[in-house]
């Protein structure tokens, strides 16, 4: 047992290949032998997640699409009433907030993207060149993906401000007159949300790639320099095809934290002009003064929209490559 | 680890080796700077910095703000808190989805796909798309002398309810990978000696899940004590909100000088700084382990 602990969780996530026919054959015997009562207890094991899980995710996502087709006040089910396409109408057509909140969405994937996981990359494939205090770079790069995006939004805050604030005082922009209002500023505040973001997402992505490293077969990057392959022919020929899987999962993880970016921007400036998100929008639709619930999923919808487009096909070619394994 | 081990071997210094420790230091700086102005200040005097600026040698440090933070807003009381809801909700979390994972990978491969997929995908969502109906049903769920609101909404209960719903998606996912590596051979010989599923459960395979568990129950705790939204948007009394959600609300009204707000930001994130100094491990593969799923 005691050898059995120690083992890596890394290793054991992956189901050793081949074993599917006699798990199948274990499994049916498994059956074979239950009492009623452990049906019973099988049925509650299963029973009870699914239900809470299912109730407080499926079904409000599924009435999020329902609703987003009525106008209801929120006081009794009798209010509902059908609207159809109305609240899709207005929001496309009607909503000064709607297209820059997409707009913004956008942005921050492409940012996301382009800038902290590169970046992340590259730091990975440094640590991973067994140099020492590894760990300790390591750890300084991840701490922002451990603090709080609330107080990450704090720390950054004292970076921006324009009177106090890091870098105004650096620059000598925080005299009446010079100011630059980093988060006020709407031509601006995007932008000064975004560092503090891949800030945050540069530690993120260089765990995920430093855990796929791990996998590629040190004798293939032998050969490479072997053959006098330089550092770059290696990574581009040799390292980067067998990172394949891992980049699949950051592409994922990328554009699933740009349509959940809320916290950062709430603390900012609760999204005002320059920073709306659709996860503001629904947010604000919400714990705001006219709460519209109609309207309010509508935009949601659009939102789950997006998300499933990105997750079913991703955790289909998942399970099928799991099955096949 | 291997510095002493490897000093033999080891080539002589390179400069590439030179170069490339000398980028990762600044870079590793860089990356600390924001905390570390924080922290600097959050050690001065409001009067000091005022008088002299932000950026301007420390004639005084002192701990000061930190002890006034922490007092004046009552910090104990938004820590008991997010006790109260981060305890319940990683305990239930872990439980409910080792229960679904060790029937998905024992007992039954039908619905194993899809259950999995199900509660993967429910994980992977956006928060937001849920939280409108989410919000009307815990406003219309009457709990009379359950919670001290009368209704889920506004109370610990509602926020430990939709993190082990919310969570217990990946956590199964994860948990019932870790189960399938486990020998068969050992649930099969303790069925036909007759133990019942239960005892299966509790004293055979959970006990050979510690590790993944405890780098679940590492991971959920941080992501549940760093929720921001969920406490936002379903409680309404300030002084019900969990630490890092009353942050924000404390930041108006107590943290009134710049200060202030940093020693109350850096105290706040001070238990998730220990948890991941003490068991990093435990959180990197937690992290790893899930995502390199999804």
Same mark, same amino acid.
């Given at each position: 047992?005691?050898?059995?602990?120690?083992?890596?969780?890394?290793?054991?996530?992956?189901?050793?290949? $081949?074993?599917?026919?006699?798990?199948?054959?274990?499994?049916?015997?498994?059956?074979?032998?239950?009492?009623?009562?452990?049906?019973?207890?099988?049925?509650?094991?299963?029973?009870?997640?699914?239900?809470?899980?299912?109730?407080?995710?499926?079904?409000?996502?599924?009435?999020?699409?329902?609703?987003?087709?009525?106008?209801?006040?929120?006081?009794?089910?009798?209010?509902?009433?059908?609207?159809?396409?109305?609240?899709?109408?207005?929001?496309?057509?009607?909503?000064?907030?709607?297209?820059?909140?997409?707009?913004?969405?956008?942005?921050?994937?492409?940012?996301?993207?382009?800038?902290?996981?590169?970046?992340?990359?590259?730091?990975?494939?440094?640590?991973?060149?067994?140099?020492?205090?590894?760990?300790?770079?390591?750890?300084?790069?991840?701490?922002?993906? &451990?603090?709080?995006?609330?107080?990450?939004?704090?720390?950054?805050?004292?970076?921006?401000?324009?009177?106090?604030?890091?870098?105004?005082?650096?620059?000598?922009?925080?005299?009446?007159?010079?100011?630059?209002?980093?988060?006020?500023?709407?031509?601006?505040?995007?932008?000064?949300?975004?560092?503090?973001?891949?800030?945050?997402?540069?530690?993120?992505?260089?765990?995920?790639?430093?855990? $796929?490293?791990?996998?590629?077969?040190?004798?293939?990057?032998?050969?490479?320099?072997?053959?006098?392959?330089?550092?770059?022919?290696?990574?581009?020929?040799?390292?980067?095809?067998?990172?394949?899987?891992?980049?699949?999962?950051?592409?994922?993880?990328?554009?699933?934290?740009?349509?959940?970016?809320?916290?950062?921007?709430? &603390?900012?400036?609760? $999204?005002?002009?320059?920073?709306?998100?659709?996860?503001?929008?629904?947010?604000?639709?919400?714990?705001?003064?006219?709460?519209?619930?109609?309207?309010?999923?509508?935009?949601?919808?659009?939102?789950?929209?997006?998300?499933?487009?990105?997750?079913?096909?991703?955790?289909?070619?998942?399970?099928?490559?799991?099955?096949?394994? | 680890?291997?510095?002493?081990? *490897?000093?033999?071997?080891?080539?002589?210094?390179?400069?590439?080796?030179?170069?490339?420790?000398?980028?990762?230091?600044?870079?590793?700086?860089?990356?600390?700077?924001?905390?570390?102005?924080?922290?600097?200040?959050?050690?001065?005097?409001?009067?000091?910095?005022?008088?002299?600026?932000?950026?301007?040698?420390?004639?005084?440090?002192?701990?000061?703000?930190?002890?006034?933070?922490?007092?004046?807003?009552?910090?104990?009381?938004?820590?008991?808190?997010?006790?109260?809801?981060?305890?319940?909700?990683?305990?239930?979390?872990?439980?409910?989805?080792?229960?679904?994972?060790?029937?998905? +990978?024992?007992?039954?491969?039908?619905?194993?796909?899809?259950?999995?997929?199900?509660?993967?995908?429910?994980?992977?969502?956006?928060?937001?798309?849920?939280?409108?109906?989410?919000?009307?049903?815990?406003?219309?769920?009457?709990?009379?002398?359950?919670?001290?609101? *009368?209704?889920?909404?506004?109370?610990?209960?509602?926020?430990?309810?939709?993190?082990?719903?919310?969570?217990?998606?990946?956590?199964?996912?994860?948990?019932?990978?870790?189960?399938?590596?486990?020998?068969?051979?050992?649930?099969?010989?303790?069925?036909?000696?007759?133990? +019942?599923?239960?005892?299966?459960?509790?004293?055979?395979?959970?006990?050979?899940?510690?590790?993944?568990?405890?780098?679940?129950?590492?991971?959920?705790?941080?992501?549940?004590?760093?929720?921001?939204?969920?406490?936002?948007?379903?409680?309404?009394?300030?002084?019900?909100?969990?630490?890092?959600?009353?942050?924000?609300?404390?930041?108006?009204?107590?943290?009134?000088?710049?200060?202030?707000?940093?020693?109350?930001?850096?105290?706040?994130?001070?238990?998730?700084?220990?948890?991941?100094?003490?068991?990093?491990?435990?959180?990197?593969?937690?992290?790893?382990?899930?995502?390199?799923?999804?």
């Amino acid at each position: 047992m005691t050898v059995d602990t120690t083992n890596s969780p890394e290793a054991a996530a992956v189901p050793p290949p $081949g074993t599917a026919s006699p798990d199948k054959r274990a499994v049916q015997g498994h059956r074979r032998l239950l009492t009623r009562r452990d049906r019973f207890t099988l049925a509650l094991m299963a029973g009870l997640p699914t239900i809470l899980h299912v109730a407080l995710v499926w079904v409000t996502a599924l009435a999020s699409i329902a609703l987003a087709f009525t106008t209801w006040d929120g006081i009794g089910f009798d209010s509902i009433k059908w609207v159809g396409l109305d609240n899709f109408r207005e929001l496309f057509t009607n909503n000064p907030q709607f297209w820059p909140a997409v707009q913004h969405n956008v942005i921050w994937f492409v940012v996301l993207i382009l800038v902290p996981t590169p970046m992340g990359l590259f730091l990975a494939l440094q640590l991973d060149k067994k140099i020492r205090f590894s760990r300790v770079y390591q750890t300084a790069f991840f701490l922002p993906v &451990v603090v709080s995006l609330a107080v990450t939004g704090f720390v950054w805050q004292l970076v921006y401000n324009p009177d106090t604030g890091l870098i105004n005082s650096i620059i000598g922009a925080n005299k009446p007159g010079h100011y630059i209002d980093w988060i006020g500023d709407p031509h601006l505040n995007l932008w000064a949300v975004l560092i503090a973001a891949s800030w945050r997402h540069t530690g993120y992505m260089m765990i995920l790639y430093l855990a $796929g490293l791990k996998s590629v077969d040190p004798a293939l990057r032998e050969a490479s320099a072997l053959d006098g392959a330089n550092e770059w022919q290696t990574f581009r020929n040799v390292v980067f095809p067998t990172l394949r899987p891992t980049n699949t999962v950051v592409l994922v993880v990328t554009i699933i934290e740009a349509l959940r970016a809320f916290d950062l921007v709430f &603390v900012f400036n609760k $999204g005002a002009q320059g920073t709306e998100l659709l996860s503001i929008l629904v947010t604000n639709n919400i714990i705001g003064e006219s709460s519209r619930i109609g309207y309010g999923s509508a935009i949601a919808v659009v939102l789950l929209v997006i998300s499933l487009a990105v997750i079913i096909p991703y955790l289909i070619a998942t399970f099928r490559k799991e099955r096949r394994a | 680890m291997s510095a002493t081990l *490897g000093n033999g071997r080891r080539t002589p210094l390179r400069p590439a080796r030179i170069l490339l420790h000398t980028f990762l230091v600044v870079t590793a700086l860089a990356w600390l700077a924001p905390l570390l102005w924080a922290l600097f200040a959050a050690l001065r005097p409001y009067a000091e910095t005022s008088e002299k600026g932000y950026v301007s040698w420390p004639d005084k440090l002192s701990l000061d703000n930190f002890t006034n933070a922490f007092q004046q807003s009552d910090m104990l009381h938004y820590f008991g808190n997010t006790l109260i809801i981060a305890v319940p909700a990683v305990l239930l979390t872990l439980f409910l989805s080792s229960c679904v994972a060790f029937y998905v +990978s024992r007992f039954d491969f039908r619905v194993n796909l899809f259950l999995l997929l199900v509660f993967t995908a429910g994980n992977l969502l956006p928060q937001q798309v849920i939280i409108t109906p989410l919000y009307r049903l815990y406003l219309l769920v009457d709990l009379p002398g359950i919670t001290v609101s *009368g209704k889920l909404y506004d109370s610990a209960l509602g926020l430990v309810l939709i993190h082990v719903a919310f969570q217990s998606g990946f956590c199964a996912f994860v948990l019932s990978n870790y189960m399938r590596s486990l020998p068969h051979e050992l649930t099969e010989a303790a069925l036909v000696d007759g133990a +019942s599923v239960w005892r299966l459960y509790w004293q055979i395979v959970l006990p050979l899940c510690k590790p993944a568990m405890a780098a679940l129950a590492t991971l959920l705790s941080i992501w549940i004590y760093n929720d921001f939204f969920w406490a936002i948007v379903l409680i309404s009394t300030g002084e019900n909100m969990p630490i890092t959600s009353a942050l924000n609300n404390l930041s108006g009204q107590y943290f009134t000088d710049p200060n202030l707000v940093a020693a109350g930001a850096l105290l706040t994130a001070i238990p998730t700084l220990i948890v991941y100094f003490v068991l990093q491990r435990q959180f990197v593969s937690g992290l790893t382990l899930g995502a390199n799923k999804g």
